[in-house]
């Protein structure tokens, strides 16, 4: 079993940045795919950022597109979301999750660890 642990949400204004970090368990996580999803009070859970075994591979959802970076340090069992340029409809709670293979898919369906997760509030 993996935990998903994420940390780094909290209030910024508009324009800002944040990092948000999730910290698994386990020895096995640097075999799984990892991915950012998000979700708005009265809104579907939404795709962010996902990214493969190796950081090599990297997907972004068109809202967050040249403005958040997914990175991962498998050394530390982390995986990170640098969020750049922070619009007020980045507010959401943010979940980390895992895929118990190699490479990442954007549906959250596909995933079988969930954090969590942590709320971002942005501010005008």
Do not use: H
């Not at 708005?40 to 859970?45: D, M, V």
């Not at 498998?74 to 293979?101: F, H, P």
């Amino acid at each position: 079993q993996v935990q998903l642990v994420e940390s780094g949400g909290g209030l910024v204004q508009a324009g800002g940045s944040l990092r948000l970090s999730c910290a698994a368990s386990g020895r096995t996580f640097s075999t799984y795919a990892m991915a950012w999803f998000r979700q708005a009070p009265g809104k579907e859970r939404e795709f962010v950022a996902a990214i493969n075994w190796s950081g090599g591979i990297t997907a972004y959802g068109d809202s967050v597109k040249g403005r958040f970076t997914i990175s991962r340090d498998n050394a530390k069992n982390t995986v990170y979301l640098q969020m750049n340029s922070v619009k007020l409809e980045d507010t959401a709670v943010y979940y980390c999750a895992g895929r118990r293979t190699t490479e990442m898919v954007t549906t959250a369906g596909g995933y079988d660890y969930w954090g969590q997760g942590t709320q971002v509030t942005v501010s005008s």
